[in-house]
């Protein structure tokens, strides 16, 4: 997993409640488990204007170009800005996939659904919550200045806005530790291979029926 210090980046708008996992990557294309390769099919039915299917050209099908992630002015971006409950509906780990093989580092909401917001964690994303006069202030501020960026610096846990001015973020301090460090929960598992290598051989030692292979289980009691 990509450790995470401090991003700035151009901020994407979307101005709506309740965005589902499905808005975010529909279940046609839930079939692969790479984590590459979503980062094309991410809001797939509002981006395009045709229907997307696994494997398609996405280079030659027709784009919305009222929505907001096909704008010009709002290429580029890696700071998702939406409203309440984002992340709702199925627990698909492919949502944060899709958003982060785009290039969403930091999501800013209200508030967001329990398991995606724990699977964006577990996948190198930052989302944030923010009160919602903060949200809708930023809402005003983004779409009135092409260009906006704002800059989050983790370890600060504070969001540095254009003019300098700070607002700043709870965040829990193991998952801020672990997107610093860049550990998932295997890379955190690695962390401990060499004790879990040592239990192994002692359990192997003290218990060795225990790793007997059914073939030669088989071969010695038929002897």
């Known amino acids: 997993m990509k450790k995470f210090s401090v991003v700035k980046g151009i901020v994407l708008p979307l101005n709506r409640a309740n965005v589902d996992t499905d808005f975010i990557i529909p279940k046609q294309f839930l079939k692969s488990i790479k984590r590459t390769g979503f980062g094309v099919n991410l809001f797939d039915e509002h981006r395009y204007l045709d229907k997307g299917e696994p494997d398609a050209d996405n280079s030659q099908r027709p784009l919305n170009p009222d929505f907001v992630l096909n704008q010009p002015r709002y290429q580029g971006a890696s700071v998702l800005l939406a409203r309440d409950n984002f992340g709702c509906g199925s627990s698909r780990e492919h949502a944060p996939w899709a958003l982060d093989d785009y290039g969403f580092r930091v999501l800013i909401a209200p508030s967001f659904a329990d398991i995606f917001y724990n699977n964006c964690f577990k996948n190198g994303i930052l989302p944030i919550v923010l009160d919602k006069e903060i949200v809708s202030k930023l809402f005003e501020e983004v779409t009135a200045t092409e260009g906006y960026e704002l800059e989050v610096d983790l370890s600060r846990q504070v969001i540095i806005k254009p003019d300098g001015s700070e607002i700043a973020f709870e965040v829990d301090a193991f998952r801020k530790q672990c997107l610093l ?43």
């Open 181 to 223: 460090d860049g550990l998932d929960d295997i890379g955190l598992t690695l962390e401990d291979a060499d004790t879990i290598r040592a239990f192994e051989d002692n359990w192997r030692k003290q218990s060795p029926w225990y790793f007997v292979q059914p073939e030669a289980a088989s071969q010695d009691s038929g002897s």
